[in-house]
Structure formats: C-alpha cells, structure tokens
C-alpha cells in the first residue's frame, strides 16, 4: 500500500511507502521541495503543515514543534508517516546566517 | 608547552529524543562503551575504548534534542580554584557543584557561555582504563574492545550561538586556549566561526555563529586514520544513518571527516588527521569568498545544510 503525499505550491508530487517517513520518500523519488535538515526530529527545517490526511508521528523536538504546533497539525515531515494521502505545506526553512553576501543581500 | 590547566573535552551531555533510538545508535552502531546507566534519570553513560576516564559521554532522554553541557577536565583541583575567581573576573556567575553530584566526578564549576552553553570544568574523575593496563600494556586490546565505527576517543565539539567572539575571549584570556582558525565575512570581517586549542590538535572546541543561543552543531570523535573514515562511512551506509556530508576533508583543521546525524537529530562527525599546532602557531584565516575551500576541501563546494542546520 502506498500513499501520496502533495504539495500544491511547490506543484510537488510523491508517492510514499510503508515506514517510511514523508522526508525520506521524497528524498528517495529524487524530488526536491521539503528543506532537508537532521531527519532525526532535532532541528526543524523540515516542518510543514498538514493540510488534509492521517499521519503518525515519532517524537519530534519540542524545540520546533510545541503543543500549538501539534494543535495546528505542523509536524516535521522526517517525523511522520502517512496513513492516507497527504496535503502538505511547507512552514520550515534554513536559515541562512552564514553565506557570501549576494548584491542583492 | 606542557600541557597543564585546561586539558580537553573531557565530558558531553546530549539530549536525545528516544533513549534505546540513541543507545542503538552511539553504542551498537557506533561502538562506544556502555559504562553505566541510570533508570531513574534515563540518561546512558558511555566512553571511547582508548579513553582511561569512566565516560565521556551522556545521552539523556528529553523532549528536546541539543546539548545539556560541555565539560572540559583540568590538569588538577588547584586549577579549578586558580580558575574560578578569573572567570568571575571575565564576568560570568560561576556555581559550585560538589564532587559527586555528576557520578564518578569531583568537584565541578559551571557557568554560562556568551553563546549560551553551560560548560563545566572537573579535575577529577574515576579511571577505568582502556583494557590493556599500564604495566606492558601492549597495543591491541582483546577482539571486540574496538568495534562499531572504530571510535578511539572524544576529540571536540562545535557550539552555536550569538557572542562568539566573547566566548572565544574567555578561552583565550581564562583558559590559555589559542585561535588557531577564524572563518570571517569578507566585507565586514565579522566573526562567523571560531576554532580554538588547549593543545597540539587543530581544535578543542570551535564555535559558529547563530542568531539564537546555546546551538549545539557537533560532537566529533576521533579515528585512527584516513581509511577508518571510509570504513566508518560504509558502516554509516550500511545501517542508513542520515549523512549531511559523505566522506571529505576539511579546508579548516585539515581533518579527514565524515558528518552524520543520531536519530535525534544531533550532529556527530568522526574524523582523523588533522596538522600539529603549537602556541606559536599563527591564527589562519578564511573568509566568505572561499567557502567551499574551508568547508570541504576535496570538492570545494559548501553545503548549506552544514553551518546552519543544528539542534
């Protein structure tokens, strides 16, 4: 049984295994879209928000998602699994103190 | 120099989402040593095989990933007191935490790093050796001692947080440690990271910057070599440990390294190599037009996920 798992603003589609993580399937199709950080829980680029569908989770750091977040169903996609198909947006980003500063910076 | 005062990382408490996950991890994967562990406090206490002290590092489960402290061991307990009154005077509360309160440990100071860290200093705690003694010791301990990753010890960590440059100072001025290497902007020439030494390795302890306090980047263990890396990584392959950079060599301290996240999230390297630094060495400088050169020098390329991605 597979699920899949989208992202309309990224226009982003993936189908997704048993026990795997959501983070993990897209890695594995290749496709791009979810930022990519620890896939352990612990730092956090990789929340997004469920839209629509059924998920289990794994322990996630409270540092990044809190009871609210829990509340406004945002998780860390290398945290969970789907149970149905997902809808999924992206909340989570690299932040990026560290970098040669472009022209436009 | 001889090497007295600070003497080097000598404990790490890491905060683990899932105690068995990280056990699984550090210990049957990776290959350290369990040398005790505590129900009540669900923290496991674990050493590298060459390591004489009775562990170095502590795994605690919590609801958070990152790290609880840094422990740097001193040469004796008249360090610990010569030390104290110079990090009041740099400015820092320092606490008192008697001997026993950490397990096997004396007595400790604690403080607060400018980048948000609690670090502590020890001068004592109980030594249980390598397995191979001190008289005629040989070199190869039993088949088994040495295992997993090949680990031989607790080498450094890297620690994210704003005030690195003051951080960097109370090394510097308290603890006798040198800036071996800085990472700068190349325009402003602010600070982005900073490595320093206590002794004739490239780094003891390094900093980054980061807007929020207290980050922790990585822990790092040292090998025996070059090869054992590779060894290490294909070991990393085989149980699907989540890389954030394949095997490589650092433009900053030289180190043969591979980096890899626990299954909490947090950052550890192995690493081996690395040039000899002594306090005359000159401070070596790099800056934001050549990333990828300090970063990963076989490839040059700087990864994004590598400076900023921590817990």
Redesign the interface.
Known sequence: MQYWVHLDELELDFACHPGQSVLDCMIGSGKKGIQ????????G?CKVEVIEGDYIA??????HIDNDAIADRQVLA?CITPKSDLSLKVVGK????????GKQA | MALRGVLRLGEISIRVLDLADARKHYVDRMGLIEVMSDDAEQKIYCKAWDEHDHHSIVLREADEAGLDYVAFKVYDDQTLTDLEPKIQAFGLEVSRVDAGVYPKSGRRLEFILPSGHRMQLFAEKEQIGNTLGTRNPGVMPDEGVIRGFRINRLDHCLLGGPNIDESARLFREVFDFDLSERIEDEESRDSLALFLTCSTKPHDVAFVFQPEAGRFHHVSFLLESATDVIYAADMIGKYRIPVDVGPNRHGVTRGNTIYFFDPSGNRNEVFSGGYVHYPDTPTLTWDTSQMGPAQFSQDNIPRESFLNVMT
């Open positions: 990519v950080g620890c896939r352990g829980g612990g730092c680029v794994r322990p996630m750091s409270k540092a290398c690299i932040n990026k103190p560290i970098q040669r500063k």
